[in-house]
């Protein structure tokens, strides 16, 4: 892991008008992920991740704060520039895969390569799928395949224009066991070859405890989880009323 930054974030602030009045999302977050890192967020539902997410994405903007994306002060950019710098250094895996019902695997992959001008874009799109284990579902579409086979694909597709920041929003939410090792496995190695910095918002322990580092989201404030805090929630006790057994 290198001494350089790739995200620096400076008492970021998200506020949002609603019907009761102004609603303060994001807190004062600060926090800094040195380029090749790997960082999950945890946190109760509705507590910011997925806000923060959108904000070093530069898919959202600030209501105050800065964040610096691979030496870039986001702030400084307009839409346009935003937009190129996305194309350029970011991807984005969702829970629910995201990809485009009317095309199939390869083109899916290849639809991001393609966008940034990539010449041999299929070529391209055929070696990741291959690294994810898909060389056998190339022409399938997204109905046809499982929900850990769409996840891959959108790995392949994540990683297709080598980003500098992968962002993940509970990658693994809608995958059973099996296919959430898979999917974390594939998105460590990726990362580890490639030196992109993965910062991924999480609800499993298991993947969450393979980052470098653990973050805790409470409230829209953001702080450091110690390796001890992580151990002791994945060993407390599932409560029987929390698996529907009341
Ligand atoms: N555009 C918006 N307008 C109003 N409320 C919002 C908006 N976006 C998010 N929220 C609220 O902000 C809180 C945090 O949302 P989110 O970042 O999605 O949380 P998480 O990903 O941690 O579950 C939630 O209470 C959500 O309802
Ligand atoms: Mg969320």
Redesign the pocket.
Do not use: A, N
């Given at each position: 892991m290198s001494e350089i930054s790739a995200i620096t974030v400076k008492a970021l602030v998200k506020s949002?008008a609603?019907q009761e009045g102004e609603?303060t999302?994001l807190n004062g977050i600060n926090m800094d992920v040195k380029q090749g890192q790997s960082i999950a967020i945890l946190?109760p539902?509705?507590?910011?991740?997925?806000?923060l997410l959108g904000l070093l994405a530069a898919l959202d903007s600030p209501s105050s704060g800065e964040i610096i994306l691979d030496g870039v002060a986001l702030h400084s950019l307009n839409e346009e520039k935003k937009a190129a710098l996305r194309k350029q250094k970011v991807s984005f895996i969702f829970q629910s895969f995201m990809l485009v019902d009317t095309l199939n695997a390869l083109e899916n992959v290849m639809l991001p390569a393609e966008l940034a001008g990539i010449n041999n874009a299929k070529e391209k799109a055929q070696s990741m799928l291959e690294r994810v284990g898909l060389s056998h579902r190339l022409t399938h579409f997204p109905n046809q395949l499982s929900g850990g086979e769409q996840q891959r694909v959108a790995i392949a597709r994540a990683f297709i224009c080598e980003p500098k920041v992968l962002f993940a929003d509970e990658p693994t939410g809608n995958l059973d066991a099996a296919n959430s090792q898979k999917v974390a496995d594939m998105l460590f190695e990726l990362n580890r070859e490639s030196d992109t910095t993965l910062v991924l918002?999480t609800h499993d322990l298991a993947l969450a405890k393979r980052c470098e580092r653990q973050l805790l989201?409470n409230s829209g404030e953001l702080s450091e989880d110690s390796e001890m805090e992580t151990q002791k929630r994945a060993h407390k006790p599932v409560s029987l009323h929390s698996v529907g057994v009341s």
């Open positions: 949002v609603t609603l999302i946190g539902s509705g507590s910011g991740k997925s806000t918002v989201m």
